[in-house]
C-alpha cells in the first residue's frame, strides 16, 4: 500500500523529512476493538517508521526528502512520525509546516512569498503567496523571494527583466523607461533576480509608496 | 497484570519487521518516538493559497486531488481591461487568471 510519511521534532516543530513508497499492508486482527485496532495501526506505522532513514528503506521507495541537519540534531526518540497520505500532496511540501507535540496538532507555516518569471518574456508574471512550495517549470521559473527586502512589496512587482552592460536590470511597469536587450550570456539565476529588484527598490518605493493612514490626516 | 491475549499477537506482529532485520540487514532508527496514523492528530481544515498574476499560465501548487477549488477575481493591471471571473474546481497544476485563490478542505 502507498504511504507516505512526515517526521517533525517534538521540540522544536520543525520539519525532518518526507518519505513516500510502498510498504507492505498490517496485517490487523479484525475483531479487535475500535481502540485496539488504532494502538495495532500506530504500532504497525512505528516499525515501519523506524526503518526509514535519510540513507535509505528496504521498501520501494517513490520520493523522499530530508533535512540533513534536523535529522542529525535529532535525539532518540525526538521525532514523531506522521501519515500524511491523505493530503496528497507532493513530498517536501510539509516542509514549513509546524508540529506542536503538546497538543498533537500540524499547522501550516507562516506563508512564503514567490514570483513567477516567464523564460521566453522575462517578464513577471505573477506575485503568488503559499505556505506550500509552488514548483515552476523550465518555462515558468518561481522564485522564492521571502525574507529579501523587496519581498514588502510583494503583491505589485510587475515588469521586465533586461540583460544590458553586462549585467541583468528590472524595469518595473509604469516606470516607461527603455533598455536594449543584449544577448544573454547566461540564464536568469536566482541571484541575478535579488541583485536587479534590490538595484530598484527606490524606484519601488517611490511607485508603490503605502497610502497614508487616516488618522495622518486628522493629525 | 493478566496480559490480554489480542495485545500479545499485537506486539509480535509489530516486532516481526525487526525480526526480519536479521535477513534484510535493514538499518533501525531509534530517533522516531511515536508514530501518528491519520485522524490521529489535528490540522486545519483548510489550506490556501493566493495570487496576483497577469493573463498568462500560472503555477500553482500541485494538488491530486477534486478537493481543491480555483476562484478567480477581476481585476485592472493598467495595460488593458481584461479580467476573468469564474471559479472552478481543479486537478492539475496550472490556472490562468488575474487574481486566484487556490482553497483546499481537508
Redesign the interface.
Known sequence: MLLHLAWFSRYTGCWIGEWCGYVPSPQITPTLSPAQHAHALQDWQQSIACRITPDGAPFDTLESAWDGDQWEECPSGGAVCLDVTRFGWPVGDHQWSVWNDAHRSLDWGDYHQFLQIGMATLRIEANQSSHRPIRGTAQHRVFDITGLPIAKFHGRLFGQFVWNGGRWHFIPDGTHRALPHDAAPRELSAGDLEMALMTEIPVFERLLAPALDTKDLHA | MRLDP??I???I??????AR?SV?A?????????????G?????AS?S??????A??????????SRAHLSFSGGY???DSAYLSSSTAITG?SATGIGYSLSEY?
Do not use: E, M
Not at chain 2, 490521529?40 to 486545519?44: G, N
Not at chain 2, 493559497?49 to 497577469?54: D, E
Open positions: 489480542s495485545s499477537a499485537n506486539a506482529w509489530a516486532l516481526v519487521p525487526i532485520r534484510t535493514s538499518t533501525v532508527s531509534d530517533k522516531t518516538g511515536y508514530s501518528l496514523t491519520a490521529s492528530y489535528v490540522q486545519r489550506s493559497q493566493h495570487g496576483q498574476a497577469t498568462n499560465p500560472t503555477t500553482v501548487s500541485s494538488v491530486t486531488t493591471y493598467g495595460q497544476a481537508f
